[in-house]
């Protein structure tokens, strides 16, 4: 077995004790869970930036959320509320391949220098773009059957392909992977016969860099979290969650199989990418508590690196006991400081981890505020029972830990007692202010006047109003016609009963102009006016069929493009 490594240390905020609870210092009261504002509370609103940024000169889309934050908001220029409904979809784009999605789509816009195929290696020969533009771009599809594809961006026709799974078994690639331009690396993890592997590829043609892939297993890699060594337990873990590439180290979250059976801790392993002999891991005090949601995790992209754990089972919560249904900052390789400002677990903790209520189903977005804000940025964190968590991102309870709560507000926008919420935010800023829009599944929570839900499907935008209490409320409804396409990922068919495709949005000037939320609604396109969530008209046609639940689309060059089983789906605006 590896050597078991540490590296934590425990240590409390100032007042905060086992005893007695510190409220948040940035306000002297919360707004409560109806976001209802308090009696009295003073409103020092800061007022929100559009200045215009202009789209990058560089459209790569490199890992899941577009940034390191997971923000999931993109800049493209023509799509503005006057075009963007009638994007069709484009049936000159033949991506197709062999193998079912779990991973979300991503891009490199400075694809291979040479034109046509590869000179050699396996991927000359599986290469079908002859006619390739030098430079193109590449779109990167990571199958679940662990063959990785490379697509032209205009043609869609195969760059390379590579298997990077000779021996079977397992359960094969699910996480979404991550792209280094600098080292022309896509990185990618994916389970395998008794232990989990992750690769370093060549986005020019699919060959295995040096030192790669990194094996982690039982033998590998163990980790003592405080309470004796935990090793690695391959077996009954799974990685579902997007890879996050942050300074130059590679983090991969797991969590526990479909059911949650076996003997298995919640892990983020990192590995550092230009060593990759380096290799640590954050590891939970007790059994299961899984980092598994899809979306991956966060950073705030000075240092920190924030997951999100689901429930255990040690039926008590304290700071040598459990860490289910937290918020933890990691900082480095994994490194953790049990403290109130690097931990957070909401106040009904015990009620979720009770009946199944993942905090960890969702993944979080980190969002700098406008100059002035106290906090200076926050932790946008959605739970499964319909709870959306504001959090300070520099003090993520306020100064609680150990005792729970501490967040800067808690929204309802779903049925707090069902599995009502899988999804990841996608944040943007519109005149009003700055909004977080997410999918729900069950029992929506709108303002007056929301249009109504048939199958309590909807996509609802909250708005943050820093300085104010309430610090956050929701703005708008949005429905959902049907039920999302493929149920694989989900067990017990849960995604025909839930809504699993968290959406974008897009802006035309990297401000507040022309805000839009796109999402995933069955086989088909869908957008609405960011500000409103009224849809626009008209809306995009074109079905695509089979996209598999929890799949996250992307705005490229602008055109919207999303993976499904066995085909990259793309909408453009007619004529380009």
């Avoid at 799509?79 to 784009?93: N, P």
């Avoid at 040096?210 to 337990?233: H, K, R």
């Avoid at 993942?358 to 804000?373: E, K, Q, R």
């Avoid at 309430?470 to 039920?483: E, L, Q, S, Y």
Wanted: with cysteine.
């Amino acid at each position: 077995m590896a050597a078991c490594s540490t590296g934590k240390v425990s240590s409390f905020a100032p007042g905060a004790t086992e005893d007695g609870v510190v409220g948040h210092p940035a306000f002297a009261s919360i707004a409560s869970s109806s976001g209802a504002a308090t009696p009295g509370a003073a409103c020092v609103p800061v007022a929100v930036s559009c200045a215009a940024t202009g789209a990058p000169a560089d459209a790569s889309v490199l890992q899941r959320g577009n940034d390191l934050l997971r923000r999931g908001t993109f800049v493209e220029a023509l799509l503005t509320k006057q075009s963007a409904g009638s994007v069709t979809l484009d049936t000159s784009f033949n991506a197709t391949f062999a193998g079912s999605m779990r991973a979300s789509v991503l891009y490199l816009q400075a694809g291979p220098a040479g034109a046509g195929c590869p000179a050699t290696g396996a991927a000359a020969t599986t290469c079908m773009a002859t006619t390739r533009p030098a430079g193109n771009g590449l779109f990167f599809a990571a199958t679940n059957g662990n063959v990785v594809y490379a697509l032209d961006e205009t043609t869609g026709a195969i760059v390379w392909q590579t298997n990077i799974n000779a021996l079977g078994g397992g359960d094969g690639i699910r996480g979404t992977p991550v792209i280094d331009p600098d080292t022309r690396a896509l990185i990618v993890a994916t389970g395998v016969s008794g232990h989990h592997e992750v690769h370093s590829l060549s986005v020019d043609d699919g060959s295995e860099y040096t030192g790669w892939p990194v094996i982690i297993s039982s033998s590998t890699l163990a980790v003592d979290p405080g309470t004796g060594c935990v090793p690695f337990n391959s077996p009954v873990l799974i990685q579902l969650g997007a890879l996050l590439l942050a300074n130059g180290i590679v983090y991969v979250p797991f969590g526990g199989q479909n059911d949650d059976t076996g003997d298995y801790n919640g892990w983020v392993v990192s590995i550092n990418e230009n060593d990759p002999s380096q290799v640590n891991g954050w590891v939970t005090l007790s059994g299961h508590e899984g980092v598994w949601g899809h979306g991956g995790l966060a950073s705030d992209g000075a240092g920190s690196v924030f997951a999100v754990t689901g429930n255990g089972h040690a039926g008590k919560h304290g700071p040598m006991d459990s860490d289910a249904e937290e918020v933890v900052r990691l900082t480095g390789m994994s490194s953790f400081a049990r403290n109130a400002n690097d931990v957070y677990y909401p106040a009904l903790w015990t009620e979720m981890d009770a009946v199944d209520h993942d905090f960890g189903a969702s993944t979080p977005a980190y969002v700098p505020l406008p100059h002035g804000s106290v906090p200076p940025a926050v932790l946008v964190a959605p739970s499964k029972p319909g709870h959306v968590f504001f959090l300070d991102g520099t003090n993520l309870s306020g100064g609680s830990y150990p005792n729970p709560g501490g967040e800067i507000a808690d929204v309802v926008v779903a049925d707090t007692t069902s599995e009502s919420v899988y999804t990841s935010p996608t944040i943007y800023s519109t005149a009003s202010g700055i909004h977080a829009a997410i999918d729900v599944g069950i029992g929506p929570v709108c303002p007056p006047g929301s249009p109504t839900s048939t199958n309590g499907k909807m996509i609802v935008s909250m708005l943050m109003d820093p300085g104010c209490v309430p610090f956050a409320k929701t703005t708008w409804c949005a429905t959902v016609a049907g039920n999302p396409g493929n149920s694989v990922t989900m067990p017990n068919n849960l995604a025909s009963n839930h809504y699993n495709e968290p959406p974008i949005s897009t802006t035309s000037d990297g401000g507040c102009s022309d805000a839009l939320v796109w999402f995933i609604n069955g086989s088909q396109l869908s957008v609405v006016d960011g500000d409103t969530g009224v849809p626009l008209v008209p809306q995009p046609s074109g079905t695509c069929n089979n996209i598999e639940s929890m799949n996250f689309p992307i705005a490229v060059k602008n055109r919207i493009v999303v993976a499904a089983d066995g085909q990259l789906c793309a909408w453009s605006l007619p004529g380009r």
